[in-house]
């Protein structure tokens, strides 16, 4: 991916907004729809923001649980969300984002000022490995192991921890 005026860009935000030190605002596009993408989104509709949402897969919380989803729909429709579903991000520029659409490969130059990268988190099986080179008994848990919900968390954890045996 091309990003020639990434530095220029008023913010570009990587992940989480809690991690940020920049407050977006304006014409904010928010790229990825999971819950990370969605909640910030929301947050950042309530603080004003004019919200662009890009996600590249038909339907915006793909995988998300439908009840969650139904909420956030509700909550986020409020603030007139623009929706580019469909829609592959493939460029940032000083005022605009460039997408390509999944379709028909035609690009879209979406104006913005700020952009906030939401686009996911996954395992890192090769750290969990370097860890286990080096210590004996190293138990992966939580989203370490899988991305999931705070159940699977917690149920990983306790199932682990009940057969660990430290010696
Ligand atoms: C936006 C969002 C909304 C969600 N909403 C829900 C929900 O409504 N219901 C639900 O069930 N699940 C929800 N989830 C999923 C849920 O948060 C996770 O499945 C769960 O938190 C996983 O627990 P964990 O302990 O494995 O990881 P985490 O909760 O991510 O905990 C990892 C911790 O390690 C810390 N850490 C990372 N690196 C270091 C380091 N080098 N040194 C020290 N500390 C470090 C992090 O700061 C963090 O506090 C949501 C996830 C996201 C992203």
Excluded at 7 to 26: D, F, Q, T, Y
Excluded at 42 to 58: H, N, Y
Aim: glycine share 10%; hydrophobic share 45%.
């Amino acid at each position: 991916m091309t990003l020639p005026a990434l530095r220029a860009m008023g913010s570009v935000i990587c992940l989480c907004i809690e991690a940020a030190l920049l407050w977006p605002s304006g014409r904010v596009a928010v790229i990825g729809t999971g819950l990370t993408g969605l909640e910030t989104a929301e947050i950042l509709a309530m603080d004003g923001s004019k919200i662009i949402m890009v996600e590249m897969l038909p339907e915006i919380g793909p995988g998300l649980y439908a009840p969650i989803l139904r909420e956030m729909k509700v909550s986020l429709d409020k603030y007139a969300p623009k929706l580019y579903t469909g829609h592959q991000l493939i460029g940032i520029t000083v005022d605009s984002v460039s997408l390509k659409c999944c379709a028909t490969e035609g690009i879209v130059q979406v104006e913005a000022d700020s952009v906030v990268l939401a686009l996911g988190v996954r395992p890192r099986q090769d750290l969990a490995e370097t860890f286990q080179r080096e210590f004996r008994n190293v138990v992966v848990v939580g989203d370490a192991e899988k991305g999931g919900r705070i159940y699977d968390a917690v149920k990983t954890g306790f199932c682990k921890a009940f057969a660990f045996n430290p010696a």
